[in-house]
């Protein structure tokens, strides 16, 4: 059985006020599915976080980090000081750290190292964009995405790897996949999985949709077979709607 995830990415929102009212309104809600839930504020509020959910089932991540150890790379943040900060997760590939900071393939490949080597756990986000989409070319593009920055990653380092298919097209337009092209994708990614690596290995893999997930479209996207929860990016600053949604699964 693999981990149903629902990772709430907050991006470049909240300050330490409006993160620790979201904390205590998240705590306040109801949950009725075993999904693991997870929430990923901005660096400055992670500590603060942390320490509003010890003891609470919800796991506070992180939504980037360095590759180096250490160093003079001024504005940057390293794994062990996420950790430090009880961060046991990142998200690595955003698309939006891809387009407008030039995160490249290459570049991912050593932070998911530098990750795995601190024994985190990695959410690693793939997708396409709508020329891709359009040209019929997205296949290609996630395929590569995957090969370029994990495929020289051993099969055992598949049990810290969970990835997010983000098509960069339905991310914060309201425009979602359907739950048949995510399907579609979802199964094309494990079926890359499994020619590289093995069955076992894909079938154990977590897969996340994300890209415009609300309350009203989460249940028949995650009814999916491949789909094994989401990254929520918008309908996370609201505790109603982020619940609705982990509880759709
Ligand atoms: P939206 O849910 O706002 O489309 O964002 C998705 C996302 O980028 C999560 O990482």
Request: with cysteine; net charge negative.
């Amino acid at each position: 059985m693999r981990a149903q995830i629902v990772a709430g990415n907050w991006k470049m929102n909240n300050d330490l006020a409006m993160t620790e009212t979201l904390i205590t309104e998240l705590k306040n809600q109801k949950k009725t599915s075993d999904a693991e839930v997870m929430i990923a504020p901005t660096f400055t509020n992670l500590w603060a976080a942390f320490q509003a959910l010890r003891q609470f089932p919800i796991e506070v991540i992180a939504q980037n980090m360095h590759f180096a150890e250490n160093g003079a790379y001024t504005g940057e943040v390293s794994a062990e000081m996420l950790k430090s900060v009880g961060v046991q997760t990142v998200i690595l590939g955003h698309s939006e750290r891809r387009a407008y900071f030039n995160e490249t393939d290459e570049l991912l490949a050593k932070k998911v190292d530098t990750a795995l080597k601190n024994e985190m756990r990695v959410i690693f986000c793939v997708g396409e964009e709508l020329n891709d989409r359009k040209s019929d070319n997205h296949e290609n593009v996630v395929e590569n995405q995957i090969k370029n920055a994990l495929f020289h990653l051993d099969a055992n380092a598949y049990e810290n790897i969970v990835l997010a298919y983000e098509p960069v097209w339905a991310i914060g337009t309201g425009e979602t996949a359907t739950p048949e092209q995510a399907q579609e994708m979802h199964a094309f990614i494990r079926k890359t999985l499994s020619n590289k690596y093995s069955n076992d290995v894909s079938d154990k893999v977590s897969i996340l949709y994300g890209g415009s997930v609300k309350p009203n479209n989460a249940k028949e996207i995650f009814s999916k077979p491949d789909v094994d929860g989401g990254l929520i990016g918008g309908a996370s600053l609201n505790a109603n709607d982020f619940f609705a949604i982990v509880n759709a699964i």
